[in-house]
C-alpha cells in the first residue's frame, strides 16, 4: 500500500510538472513575444525592452521555465504585471472566495443528488424515478450561469432576500456567506442532475448482484439490503464522478464568479486574460490543474478506502 | 409432518404476450435429515423453483400453488413474515460464492449480520458464534479469518463462508443452488462431504440443485428431474438412477463421459438444445428433443407413471432399448 | 438498429422527443436564413426594451432589435459550433483512436496519456486560455471547444475499436489475409459508427453549452452577429427592468442542449444491444 502510494505520488509529480509546461509552452513559446503581448497596442520598442528585462524574458525559454519551476517550489510566484503585486499574495487572496464556494457547491450538489439517485434507483421504472431522471435531464440542459440570472431575478429583483452579486469579504462573516449562497446553488445544480443519474445507475448496478439477493436470502428487507449492502457498492462510481465534477466545478466557477461578480480565482483568470496579465494567467492555470489532479489522486486513494478488493492487486 | 412442503408450485413470467411458465407443476414432501434433489440442464427451472420456494422471484414472476413450511403457507405471508423466515427458517446457498458475498465486508460481519438480524445478537457474540460456524464448516483459525474479506479467501473457502452463513440460525431447510458448480473437483469433493455431514448431524433438510448427477448421487435422497420447468421423472435417487424410465433421464446419463471414454471420442449428448421457455409445446415439454416423441407428446400433459418405483412422467416410459 | 424498434416510436419518448425538438431547431435555423420577422441586427431606437407584444413577440433589447430575430438568427451560430466543434473532434479523434487501437504499444500508451492529460485541465478554462492568445471571436471559440473534443473521441474510439477487433469475424479476416486498412474500413468502422454518433450528439449539445459560456464572457462570436450566450451578457445589465431579455436566450439554450441530449440518449438506448435485449 506504502509503496503504491509512493509510486503513484511520483506519478503525480511528473502529471504535474508536465502540465506546467504545457502551460509555458502554450503561453510563451507559441507564436508571439509575451511582452508585446501583455503590452499589446501601446507598445514601443522601449517600453518592450524595458518590460522584457524586467521579467527576464530575454532569457532562453528553457531558463525562464525552470526559473518558473523553481519559484512556484519556493513560493515566489512572481509579480503580477497589472496589479504589481506579488501574484502569490494574489492568489491567496482569490483561494479565501473560490474554495469556499467550491465547497458549497460540492456539498450542495451531493446533498440534492444521492438522495435522488437512490430514490430513483429503488422506485425503478415508476413515476418518481421518470420524475428525478426528467429533473437530471432538464439540470443538464440549462446554462448555469444563465440558472444563476434567474436565481438573481426571483431572489434578488423580485423577493429581495440575497444580494445580486458581490461579495463583502470575510470579516462581515454572516452577509459574506449570504453572498456565495446563490452562486453555489447556480454552479451546483448541473453537477447535481449529472451526480443523481450517476448515482441512480449505480446503485441500479449495486441492486443487480449477488450478493443482494444473498442479503435477501438472509431475511434483510428491502430498505436494510439498500442501506447495508448497496450503497457502500455503488459508492465507487459516484466518488469518481465527484472528483471529476471538480474540474467542471472549477471552470463552472470562472462563469459564475463573473455572473455575481465575485472576487474569486476564476474572475481573477478571466481578468488577467482580457488584461493580457500572463504572469498571472500562467500561474493560476497552473494552480487549477494541479487542484484538479490532485483531487483525481485523492479519489483514487479513497477508492482504496472504499473497496477492499482495490488495496492489493495494484500495480 | 415433512418440514417442507410443495404443492402444485409453479411460476409464471409475465411478458407482452402474456403469462410465461417457466415452472410447471412441482409437489413434493422434504423430511428433517434428508436430501431432495433437483437436477436438470441450465435451463431447466431448477433455480427458478428454489427462488420461488424461498419467496425471491424478480418482480415479473409470480408463483402460484403452495409452498408450506411446518404447515404455514409461505406464498401466503406477507413480506415482514417472509423476511422473519428468510434466513432463520429457511436459508439459501448460491452458486457463485465470490460474486454472492458482498465484496466490501468482512466475512466476520457478513454471517455475523443474520445473528444480529434474527436474533437480537450483540455484534461482539455474533462474531464469537461467526468463529464457531466458521470452524463447524472447516475453515482453520477460524477467528483470524473473520476481518478477511471475499477476495481474500479461496473459492472453496468463499463457498464454506457462504454455508456457515446459511447455517448461523440453524435453520429448518437449506437450499443450495448449485453449491460446488464454481468449484475445483477436489473442492467439490470436500464441500459435498460437509454438506452431508451436516445433514446427517444436525438433522437439516436440504434441497441440493445441481447439473451434476455425480454431486446429486452421492447426497440426494430423493431426486426430481426436471426438464422446461416440469419434473420428467423423480423418486428414491438409487431407484431412478438404476431405472431411468424417462428418456430425458437416459439422455443426461447418455452425455456423461463414461470412465472409458478416450480422447477425441465424441460424447453422447441430448440433441438439440434447451429451448427458451416460450418455444416450448403444450404438452410435454422435451417433445420437441425426445427420441420417442409422438404426435400425443405435444398436445398433452404425460401421465406419471411409475415403473420399478420410479415415477416417470411420459407417454412411452420404460428402460433405454 | 431492428427494425422492430423503428416501428415502436411510442415506446421511446426520448428518442421521439429529442429528435422533433432537433428538428425543430434545425428548420428554425434555416427559415433564419431566408426570413425572420425583423432584419435582427436592424436597430430601432424609438422602440428599445418594449415587452414582448403582438408587435415584437418577444419583445426588443437595448437598441429595439427584436429578440425573436436574434434567437433565430442567433440559432444558426448554435448548430455551427456544434458541427464545427464535433467535425474538429471526430475527425482527429477518430483517426487518432484507429491509430491507437490498431498499433497498440508505444502510439497507443501516448495517444492514451496524451488524452488523460487533456482530461485533467478544465476545458471551458483552456478554451478561455486559447481564445485569450488567438484572441476573442466565434472560430477560436469553436476551435477551442474542438480541441477539446479530440481525447473524448479518441478514448471512445479506441475502446470501441478494440472490442471490435476482438470479435471471431476480424479473425476470421485476418485470417483470410486481409490487411490493416482493409479490415479497419470494412470491420470496424461500420460497428462503431452507432456510438460515435451518439457521443457525437452529446458532444453537440456540450459545445453549445460551452460557446455560450464563452461567449456570455465576451470571449466568443462578436457582435453584432447574434448569439444566444452574447445576448444573456448584454441582458444581464437590463435584468432589473427587462427581464425577458436574460430569459428567452437562456430558454432556447436550455431547450436545445436537451434537445440533442434527449436524441442521444435515444439513439444510444436504441443502439445499444445490451439495452437492446433486456428491453425485448
Known sequence: MLSFAIRRLLGLVLTLLAAALVVFIVLEVLPGDPAAVMLGVQATPETLAALRAEYGLDRPASVRFLAWIGGLVTGDLGISYTYRVPVGGLIAERLAVTVPLALMAIALSTAIALPLGVFAAARHDRPADAAVMGFSQIGVAVPNFWFGLLLVLLFSITLGWAPSGGFPGWSTGGDAIVALVLPAISLALPQAAILARVTRSAVLDALGEDYVRTARAKGLTRAATLRHHVLRNALIPVVTITGLQFSFLLAGAIIIENVFYLPGLGRLVFQAISQRDLIVVRDVVVLLAAMVIIINFAVDMLYAVIDPRLRKRRR | ?321 | MSALAMARPYRRPALVAGAVITATLAAIALLSLAWTPYPPADIDIAARLQGPSARHWLGTDQFGRDVLSMLMAGSRNSFAVGFVAVGIGLTLGVALGLLAAVRGGIVDEAVMRLADFAFAFPAVLSAIMITAWLGPGAVNAIVAIGIFNIPVFARLTRGSTLQVLGRDFVLAARAAGKDGARIVIEHVLPNIVGILIVQGTIQFALAILAEAGLAYLGLGTQPPNPSWGKMLNEAQTFLHRSAWLAIFPGAAIAITVLGFNLLGDGLRDLIDPRLRRVRR
Do not use: W
Open chain 2, 1 to 321: 409432518m415433512s418440514i417442507l412442503e410443495a404443492e402444485h408450485l409453479a411460476v409464471s413470467i409475465a411478458t407482452e404476450t402474456g403469462a410465461l411458465p417457466v415452472v410447471r407443476d412441482i409437489s413434493f414432501r422434504l423430511d428433517r435429515g434428508t436430501t431432495l434433489g433437483l437436477v436438470g440442464e441450465s435451463g431447466s427451472g431448477k433455480s427458478m423453483t428454489a427462488l420461488a420456494l424461498m419467496r425471491l422471484l424478480p418482480e415479473i414472476a409470480t408463483a402460484t400453488g403452495a409452498v408450506r413450511l411446518l404447515g404455514e403457507d409461505l406464498l401466503q405471508a406477507d413480506e415482514d413474515r417472509l423476511c422473519a423466515v428468510r434466513g432463520d427458517r429457511m436459508a439459501m446457498v448460491f452458486q457463485e460464492p465470490m460474486t454472492s458475498l458482498n465484496p466490501v465486508h468482512r466475512i466476520g460481519d457478513q454471517i455475523a449480520e443474520t445473528l444480529i438480524l434474527h436474533r437480537g445478537a450483540e455484534r461482539r457474540a455474533a462474531l464469537e458464534e461467526a468463529a464457531r460456524l466458521l470452524d463447524r464448516v472447516g475453515i482453520g483459525t477460524a477467528r483470524a479469518r473473520l476481518a478477511a474479506y471475499p477476495h481474500q479467501l479461496s473459492g472453496g473457502q468463499r463457498q464454506r463462508v457462504m454455508i456457515a452463513m446459511a447455517l448461523a440460525c440453524r435453520p429448518d431447510v437449506v437450499i443450495a443452488d448449485e453449491p460446488t458448480s464454481a468449484l475445483d473437483v477436489t473442492v467439490q469433493a470436500q464441500i459435498v462431504d460437509l454438506l452431508r455431514g451436516l445433514v446427517e448431524e444436525i438433522g437439516l433438510a436440504l434441497i441440493l440443485i445441481s447439473h451434476d448427477l455425480g454431486v446429486i448421487g452421492r447426497l440426494a435422497d430423493r431426486v426430481m428431474v426436471m426438464y422446461g420447468g416440469a419434473v420428467m421423472e423423480e423418486g428414491d435417487t438409487r431407484t431412478v438412477f438404476a431405472v431411468r424410465a424417462h428418456p430425458y433421464t437416459q439422455g443426461l446419463f447418455a452425455a456423461l463421459p463414461s470412465r472409458g471414454a478416450r480422447k477425441g471420442k465424441r460424447l453422447a449428448v441430448i440433441p438439440g438444445t434447451v429451448p427458451s421457455p416460450d418455444a416450448l409445446p403444450p404438452g410435454c415439454p422435451f417433445y420437441g428433443r425426445c427420441p420417442r416423441g409422438q404426435d400425443v407428446c405435444r398436445e398433452n400433459t404425460p401421465p406419471a407413471v411409475a415403473i420399478d418405483g420410479s415415477l416417470a412422467r411420459c407417454f412411452f416410459p420404460g428402460p433405454p432399448p
